[in-house]
């Protein structure tokens, strides 16, 4: 009996081709004038499941793109500026509400009146694009403007944004499955953020300290401990009732004062990130895109249409506010809309949890798929324009 050799089910060769991949695609799209970026994601597209089936998005895939996106959180995490971030906290934080608020605001109603959806499965769909990953932050970082106010507003914003969303998410699945919020929801929410936030800022940075005296300059032993900690703080958010990638940045942001910016343990941390596991994650998200959706009828393009432009619209528009505000310039305000639209992580989790409950139908999570796809292609080519312009007036300032 012949065997189809497609896919790919060797893990050696997976992992030789996917290897291959992540070297020879970006100079590949630099070649097309097209980021890196977009080149792995279209590269997991057209080998994925849903096109050429040359390899299968299987549980090995799915756990290095988690891993992938939760360095991706954590890296940036690390590269914030303390000092700078403190002082804009405020304007960080400020941000994070806008982004989130601005799209509920507009597409609530267009949920509920428009599309005639109930209100639980219309306040979550309208969730759905309020958060963001920060898929175009590498570019940032190889810039050399990861310390820039603009950037560090971003990402400060990000905590907030998909925290909030997974929190909605979280009390409407909870109002949806026991038809009510109690109030010791509440309180055990309330204890257990406040036991998780202590151990990962006071507990952690004492542990980090300790460890680091008893074993000097080993690098090795700190890399090890480093990565530890990272995954521990990730593994651990679900009993605060956060996602991992919330755990993940936060780990970043209690450890970011023992690891030197441009030292070598950074070094460490981002080669391990940026060369084997964000890579993994971008051909993971590739892998989703499924192009027979277009042809799922006008229910699902109805949807496309609403989620993906309302998305651009209203991270658009949360940019220029932030912008007139806190007197950003235009290349500024651009990045920041380049950071914070991209979709990836929050959204699936949202739209897949949405749909196992049966609060939202199969034509949601096309839609939704259609839209990272859309938002995560044009994140990064906004970032690689005006990216470069920041750059360049942090250099002459």
Not at 231 to 238: G, I, P, Q, Y
Not at 300 to 310: E, F, K, M, P, R
Request: proline share 4%; net charge positive; charged share 10%.
């Amino acid at each position: 009996m012949a065997h189809s050799i497609l896919p790919i089910v060797d893990p050696i060769v997976i992992f030789a081709l996917v290897a291959s991949l992540i070297l020879v695609v970006p100079f590949g799209a630099k070649k097309l004038r097209v980021p890196p970026l977009v080149g792995l994601l279209l590269t997991g597209a057209i080998l994925g499941p849903n096109a050429f089936h040359v390899l299968e998005r299987d549980q090995s895939f799915i756990l290095l793109g988690k891993v992938g996106l939760m360095f991706l959180m954590f890296i940036a995490a690390l590269e914030v500026d303390l000092g700078i971030f403190k002082k804009l906290g405020v304007q960080a934080a400020i941000f994070g509400v806008i982004t989130v608020a601005l799209p509920l605001t507009i597409s609530v109603p267009i949920a509920l009146y428009v599309l005639h959806y109930d209100p639980l499965p219309g306040f979550l769909l309208a969730s759905i694009f309020s958060s963001h990953t920060l898929l175009a932050y590498p570019i940032a970082s190889s810039m050399g403007i990861s310390k820039t106010r603009a950037v560090i507003t971003a990402v400060g914003a990000t905590m907030i944004a998909d925290t909030t969303a997974l929190l909605i998410l979280a009390v409407i699945v909870g109002i949806h499955v026991q038809g009510h919020i109690t109030e010791t929801f509440w309180w055990r929410l309330a204890i257990s953020l406040s036991i998780y936030g202590c151990a990962v800022f006071l507990g952690l940075p004492r542990l980090c300290r300790w460890v680091f005296r008893k074993v000097g300059k080993d690098g090795n032993v700190q890399f090890t401990f480093i990565l530890a900690a990272f995954f521990v703080c990730a593994a651990t958010a679900h009993l605060a009732g956060l996602e991992p990638i919330v755990g993940a940045f936060l780990a970043g942001l209690a450890l970011n004062r023992f690891i030197p910016h441009n030292g070598t343990l950074m070094n460490r941390i981002v080669f391990a990130g940026e060369t084997i596991f964000i890579p993994f994650f971008l051909i993971s998200v590739g892998m989703i895109l499924d192009a027979r959706v277009l042809f799922d009828g006008v229910d699902t393009w109805i949807l496309i249409v609403y989620l993906t432009g309302l998305v651009l619209l209203t991270k658009y528009m949360a940019s220029q506010t932030t912008r007139l505000l806190f007197r950003f310039n235009r290349a500024e305000s651009f990045v920041i809309f380049s950071l914070t639209l991209s979709q990836a992580a929050a959204t699936l989790a949202l739209a897949e949890i949405g749909f196992n409950v049966g609060l939202l139908g199969e034509p949601v999570v096309n839609a939704s798929i259609v839209m990272i796809l859309v938002t995560c292609t044009i994140s990064p080519i906004v970032m690689e324009r005006f990216g470069r312009q920041v750059a360049e007036q942090a250099a002459k300032a």
